[in-house]
């Protein structure tokens, strides 16, 4: 089949592989722009889509947005049979949904209609869901409202991070969009209307988020930073003289309360737990500002912090 495919970050790399594995004719490749990066901003970096389709020798188009008339008639005059879409970062508009003779098909990993929008997978493990899918949807001019096609459910494992569920999702998604060509030029793909009940939204994730309330259960501040884990990071502070430390919190584990209640936030032992509004948690992987992830007791150890301190 004809195929443009959309997409830009790392998310999308292995779909853009199987399909070129699958023997599919991909006569174009778009991704975002490339962006400024470093300290200053002056070196700009292609997206990992960009990269991988330059690697192959496919056409990549980089445009800002689509909604131009010459984006419309440049898309069209591909003469496409379909278009795959994943995490590409921007607004389709009718014209470009309209074009391919068979539509587009968009990648996204959640099972729909839960957690549609901007960062479903992050929300799944911040929300402790047991499982999640991956699911192929024929787009239309809502968020993440088209007809499913297909999709394939997966657990989600109690103390798996965003970053682990990403890659694991990206695997099978791309699996299940090549399944999905392959049912589409056979002319056997059905897709079949999401229901209404169910809806929620993964809205991206705010600064404020992030930041770790002690008076949380054990349990509500885990998923926290599992599913905030490896970017952006759940983070808490203490003080360091003057002055407060910031600390990135990249994985923990759960610890039952025993003995007397200590007050949320109360440095329980030197293994780095701390007390929860609800049980405990040990704060296994932590990283200081401008340092490399480290042990949790590794970095507690260089923190002027003993037994019964209070973190804010």
Known sequence: MRVAFMGSPAFAVPSLAAILQAGHEIVAV????PRPAG???LERLATAVHVHAESHALA??????LRSVEESEAFAALDLDVAVVVAYGLILPPAILAAPRHGCLNLHPSALPRWRGAAPIQRTVMAGDAETAVAVMRMNAGLDTGPVCLT???PVPPDATAGEMHDVLAAHGARLMVAALEALADGRLECTPQPDAGVTYAEKISKAEARI?????NRQLHDQVRGLSPSPGAWCEIGLGAE???????????????????PPGTLLDDDFTIACGQGALRLVLVQREGRKAAPGAEVLRGLA????DRLP
């Open 213 to 217: 309330d002690w008076t949380r259960s």
């Open 60 to 65: 990549v188009r980089t445009p800002a947005s």
């Open 39 to 41: 300290r200053r901003g």
């Open 152 to 154: 394939e459910t997966l």
């Open 30 to 33: 778009y991704s975002q722009p």
């Open 244 to 262: 407060q430390l910031r600390l990135k919190v990249l994985r923990s584990e759960l610890v039952a309360a025993s003995g007397a209640s200590a």
């Open 305 to 308: 912090l003993t037994r019964g």
